[in-house]
């Protein structure tokens, strides 16, 4: 028997701006294109409607909305997408007016966190994110909520109906919000004892998709997700990378930052976000192709300065430079070029990278008398060795030395020439 093999349709999506001069609003646009493409939709027209700010009832005005409406039945359009948050009554009345599903950037940014979520921590913070959201829509939305139906913008915690009981919707926000102080606390406790034990961590921190997640796998072999896709990790991934010194630190992979990251995504993923707060050193990977780069640039670090990243050391990484013509492309400490498609800028990456951590170990090669077998335990219990061999004079080892043990340590160091 032959399979019989159908094609999904994917839904047809209307993407609907307002410019009201605050951002730049066709840039935004294209950004939730791209969202929407993320989360599984056809884009079908693509339109911005220019006020001064926004109308209370229908956010884009009746008139607008009218050709909206014309426009959903002639392109048999499944949704409409704002690329702004909307009002629980504006929601309503635009649902009336249209009679088509209605959802903002909020909630297509929230179905998409929902599908790619992958641990119970990332799981718990969508929902919980959610749940905030739809608590202050609830008034208002009537049978807009009930239009919803399945699919894109109602992944996660379930439909909610206008008559769902507020109460129950906080209960389930205050126990999800425990069940995260936990998760924060085992978190704080992990990282106190990196600390203790002088483990140094890099986190990667960037606008989604500048190859975050490549550059990840390319220096740990991580095996992370690489999607040409917004959002396409979004747990917190944490892998040893061994420096060309010898020395070991954690690098953690984070979710991608985006323009305009909804209020509630932030607070809700603030203690996965506040990882980078916790590191050595950040590795802010930017797409040296994208022509708004600085603007992206600037956006990162505004939310990196409001998680209290603002004094950790930085290396800017501008990734995909293949794509760019031959410029010069000059790396030095703060700012390395690179492909980590092809792998190109690795071993000044490394370089950076080592220049910005603290020197809380040394490579060093010693003889140890067998007298001192103690100190030589030591070494094992908190430094690394790379070889071991037994001579008539002592233990011959090269081995990464901690600090502590470094000014003792060059009684038994061992001549280059030897």
């Known amino acids: 028997m032959h399979e019989i093999q159908t094609e999904i ?19 935004s646009m294209k950004e939730l294109e791209a969202l929407a493409d993320t989360a599984g939709c056809e884009t079908v027209l693509t339109c911005i409607q220019a006020r001064p700010a926004p109308e209370a009832a229908t956010c884009i005005g009746a008139g607008k909305l009218e050709e909206i ?9 499944d949704m409409l997408i704002f690329d702004t948050e909307l009002t629980g009554m504006q929601m309503r009345n635009i649902s009336d007016i249209t009679d088509c599903k209605v959802i903002d950037r909020t909630m297509l940014i929230l179905d998409i966190f929902a599908g790619r979520a992958r641990t119970s921590e990332g799981k718990i913070q969508v929902s919980l994110a ?18 919803l139906g399945g699919g894109i913008g109602t992944r996660g915690p379930g439909e909610t109906k206008l008559e769902t009981d507020k109460r129950h919707i906080r209960n389930r926000i205050a126990s999800l919000e425990k069940e995260l102080r936990n998760m924060e606390k085992h978190r704080k406790f992990i990282t106190q ?3 203790k034990d002088g483990i140094l961590t890099v986190a990667v921190v960037g606008y989604t998709n500048a190859g975050k997640s490549t550059l990840f796998n390319m220096l740990t072999n991580a095996g992370v997700l690489e999607e040409d896709k917004l959002f396409a990790t979004l747990d917190v991934t ?26 509630h995504l932030v607070e809700a993923f603030r ?10 050193l950040i590795l802010h990977v930017l797409d040296a192709a994208e022509p708004d780069i600085q603007e992206r640039m600037l956006m990162t670090q505004e939310l990196l300065t409001e998680l209290g990243c603002a004094e950790i ?3 800017h990484v501008l990734n995909k430079a293949d794509l760019l013509s031959d410029m010069a492309k000059k790396s030095d400490f703060d700012t390395v070029w690179m492909s980590a498609k092809h792998g190109d800028g690795v071993p000044e990456l490394l370089t950076a990278i080592m220049h910005h951590l603290p020197q809380t170990a040394k490579r060093m090669r010693l003889c140890i008398p067998y007298t001192d077998g103690g100190f030589l335990q030591r070494i094992r219990e908190d430094g690394k060795l790379f070889s071991e061999e037994y001579t008539p004079e002592g233990t011959l080892i090269d081995a ?17 020439t030897a």
């Open 9 to 27: 349709q994917k839904p047809k999506a209307i993407l609907i701006g307002l410019d009201t001069g605050e951002y730049n609003a066709e840039i």
């Open 69 to 77: 409406a014309e426009a959903v039945q002639n392109l048999e359009a």
């Open 130 to 147: 959610q749940y905030q959201y739809r608590l202050t829509r609830l008034t208002g939305m009537g049978k807009a909520l009930s239009r």
């Open 193 to 195: 004892k990196r600390k």
């Open 238 to 263: 944490a892998r040893g990378l061994e420096l060309p010194d010898g020395r070991t630190v954690i690098l953690s992979d984070t979710v991608g930052f985006i323009r305009r990251l909804p209020h």
């Open 271 to 280: 203690s996965t976000l506040e990882e980078s707060a916790q590191a050595d």
């Open 313 to 315: 050391p930085q290396i």
């Open 400 to 416: 990464m030395i901690d600090v502590r043990y470094q000014k003792s340590a060059e009684n038994y160091l061992v001549p280059e």
